[in-house]
C-alpha cells in the first residue's frame, strides 16, 4: 500500500516539475520526462489515450472499454493532475518572475537545458559522426528559428486560440520545443497566461480542446519515429534542445517572455554580453542547476 502512494507521489512531483516546465518559454515539459526517466512511457500512455478516443469517437464501446482497463492509470492519473496543477498555481507568479527577473530566471533555465544536452547525448546508443552532424544542423536551424519572434497578438479569436492549442501541444511532447515558446511566437503567450490566471473559460476551453486535437495527432507519429529511428530521433532532439538555448541566454533581454501587461513586453530573442556586475548570479544559476540535472540523470541511471 505505501509503495504504490509513494509511486503515485512521485508520479505527481514528476508532473508539477513538467507543467512548471510547460509554463515557461524555452523550457519544454517533455525535456522534463526526459531528465526523469519517463519520456517513453509518457509517449505510450498518450497514445493509448489516443487510441481509447478514436474508439469512441467511432462508437466502438466494447473496444474502448477494454482498452481504458489497460490504461497506465496509476501513471497517467497522477502526472496529468500535477501538470494542470503546476500550471493553474504557477501561471501568474512565473509570469512575474519572468517579466520582474528575466536575466536570473533565463540563467537558470539556461543551465537546465545546457545540461539536458549532455544527458540526452548519452542515451544514443552508437554516437557517430553523422548524429554529430545531425544534431548540429538541427540546432543551428532551430537557433535561427527563434530569432523569429511575432509580436503579441491584441484579442485573439477562439479559433486563433484553437489552433494555437494544437501546435503548442505537439512542441509539449518533444525534448527542447517549448509548447509555451511556440505560444510566445505566434503571439498569443500572453493571452494564454492571462486565460489561465483569470480562468476565462472560452480562451481556456478552447485551447484545452486545440491541445487535445495536437495530442491526438502527433502522439503516434512521434511513437512511430521514435521505434523506427531512435539514434536519430535522439540526435534531432539534442538539436532542438541546443538550438533553444537561444532563448534561454540571460542578456539582454532573458527568456524572451512576452509578458501579459503591453507595457512590459520584453525581446529575448537578441544575444548580448553582460557587465560584471550583472554575470555573477545568472551564472551560479545555471551552474547549481546544471548540477542539479546531472546529479538527478546519473541518480536516474544508476537504478
Given amino acids: 500500500m505505501w509503495r504504490r502512494a509513494k509511486e503515485i507521489i512521485g508520479h505527481a512531483l514528476r508532473g508539477i516539475f513538467m507543467g512548471a516546465a510547460d509554463v515557461v518559454p524555452g523550457v519544454s515539459g517533455g525535456t522534463v520526462a526526459l531528465l526523469l526517466g519517463i519520456y517513453a512511457r509518457l509517449i505510450d500512455t498518450v497514445r493509448a489515450a489516443v487510441s481509447v478516443l478514436g474508439a469512441l469517437l467511432r462508437c466502438r464501446w ?3 472499454w477494454d482498452q481504458l482497463r489497460h490504461l497506465d492509470w496509476w501513471f497517467g ?3 496529468g ?11 501568474s507568479v512565473i509570469d512575474d518572475l519572468l517579466a520582474n527577473q528575466p536575466e536570473a530566471m533565463a540563467g537558470l533555465f539556461f543551465g537546465l537545458v545546457a545540461a539536458s544536452v549532455v544527458v540526452a547525448w548519452k542515451m544514443l546508443e552508437k554516437p557517430s559522426v553523422g548524429l554529430v552532424f545531425v544534431a548540429l ?9 527563434l530569432g523569429l519572434q511575432s509580436g503579441p497578438v491584441d484579442n485573439p479569436t477562439v479559433l486563433v486560440l484553437f489552433g494555437s492549442g494544437i501546435v503548442a501541444a505537439c512542441a509539449m511532447l518533444l525534448p527542447g520545443i517549448s509548447g509555451a515558446f511556440i ?7 500572453p493571452a494564454a497566461i492571462a486565460a489561465v490566471d483569470d480562468w476565462v473559460w472560452a480562451d481556456l476551453g478552447a485551447l484545452a480542446v486545440g491541445a487535445t486535437v495536437g495530442l491526438t495527432l502527433f502522439s503516434n507519429l512521434i511513437g512511430k519515429v521514435m521505434l523506427g529511428w531512435p539514434n536519430l530521433t535522439l540526435a534531432t532532439m539534442v538539436g532542438l534542445l541546443m538550438g533553444s538555448l537561444r532563448v534561454l541566454w540571460p542578456w539582454p533581454n532573458g527568456v524572451g517572455v512576452m509578458s501579459r501587461h503591453a507595457e512590459e513586453v520584453i525581446h529575448g530573442t537578441g544575444l548580448d554580453w553582460p ?5 555573477w548570479l545568472p551564472t551560479l544559476l545555471a551552474i547549481g ?15
Fill in 137 to 145: 544542423a538541427v540546432g543551428g536551424l532551430f537557433f535561427w528559428l
Fill in 275 to 279: 557587465s560584471a556586475a550583472d554575470l
Fill in 62 to 64: 466494447s473496444e474502448a
Fill in 81 to 91: 493532475l500535477g501538470i494542470v496543477g503546476a500550471i493553474g498555481a504557477l501561471a
Fill in 183 to 189: 505560444l510566445l511566437m505566434l503571439g498569443v503567450y
Fill in 289 to 303: 542547476a546544471a548540477y542539479v540535472v546531472l546529479t538527478l540523470s546519473q541518480r536516474t541511471s544508476m537504478k
Fill in 77 to 79: 492519473v497522477p502526472l
